[in-house]
């Protein structure tokens, strides 16, 4: 059986800060290209590692393309959540544009505790963000995760990161065929005694930070337990950025890098903007049409 991977399409209709193309249009575009690939490789399923969507907010033409797009496509696409798929990143998935994805069986949304067994060969699990990884049951059954946390290759993705795991310990302490990991938007692959940990980053470049980055697809061959690259096909950066505000937006990262350098200085803790946002916003009943401006402004600087 071959699966084609993919990795975090964070699906959206809103054009990212430096975006000068129309970036639904291009998006949508590689994602036909991709269950094209799907077709004619005769993958009996596309695994993607979750932040499907952008955000818990997707318009509700989003769903509906989407709901079209993938049913169309006859094979079976199997996904988790990411963070971005939870609303204010928390643990309710029912109220989600995901669960309505699945619903309407365009999707098939994977679980720790249930795994789909495909046809008494291979069983695929999923654990979702913040979900622990579960243990293969029977032991000795062929399995494959789909997982959406950080994991990085070997080296931090940047100065003082936490929070995050080594592909090769992934590998080791677990006993997977194929390891599907999203949320490192970098590309990379490891490779542990045969068995295979692929991450292929993001689908779209939407920051400064992704200039010189190439969206991927891999083909896993469950039987042969071959792995196969092949490159999305892309626009030159000139056609889709705003280059002379890549080089702003560079200048003020580094002055803001300097600021955040300050802060862990001077020793203080749990500082995350964003997930204190959340909980402000959460737990102080801000009206909707103030979280959706809130939500558009965050989405825009990631």
Not at 57 to 75: G, P, R
Not at 201 to 218: C, E, K
Not at 263 to 280: A, T, V, W
Request: with cysteine; hydrophobic share 35%; glycine share 4%.
């Amino acid at each position: 059986m071959k699966f084609l991977i993919t990795g975090d399409w964070h699906i959206s209709n809103i054009n990212p800060r430096n975006r000068i193309d129309d970036y639904f249009s291009a998006q949508s575009k590689k994602i036909s290209w991709i269950l094209d690939a799907a077709r004619k490789e005769d993958c009996v399923a596309i695994l993607q590692p979750g932040d499907f969507f952008n955000s818990h907010k997707a318009s509700d033409f989003l769903k509906q393309y989407y709901i079209q797009v993938l049913k169309d496509c006859n094979t079976s696409f199997m996904t988790i959540y990411g963070q971005h798929d939870l609303r204010f990143h928390s643990s309710d998935v029912y109220n989600t544009p995901l669960k309505v994805m699945e619903r309407a069986g365009a999707i098939r949304i994977l679980s720790p505790f249930s795994p789909i067994d495909l046809k008494g060969i291979l069983d695929v699990y999923g654990a979702s963000w913040n979900e622990e990884i579960p243990a293969i049951f029977p032991e000795d059954t062929p399995s494959i995760l789909v997982t959406h946390r950080m994991i990085i290759k070997d080296t931090k993705l940047w100065e003082g990161q936490e929070n995050y795991e080594i592909a090769n310990n992934l590998l080791k302490n677990n006993r997977f065929e194929l390891i599907v990991t999203g949320d490192n938007h970098q590309h990379f692959v490891e490779e542990y005694d045969g068995r295979f940990l692929v991450n292929c980053g993001s689908l779209m470049r939407s920051t400064s930070a992704q200039v010189d980055h190439i969206p991927v697809i891999y083909i896993w061959d469950s039987e042969t337990k071959e792995l196969i690259y092949d490159e999305i096909p892309i626009e030159p950066i000139e056609n889709v950025m705003n280059l002379k505000k890549l080089g702003e937006d560079k200048e003020n990262d580094e002055k803001l890098e300097a600021f955040v350098k300050g802060l862990q200085d001077q020793q203080m803790e749990g500082f995350d903007f964003k997930e204190n946002l959340y909980i402000y916003i959460k737990e102080n009943n801000i009206p909707e049409p103030v979280e959706t401006i809130i939500e558009t402004i965050l989405n825009r600087i990631e």
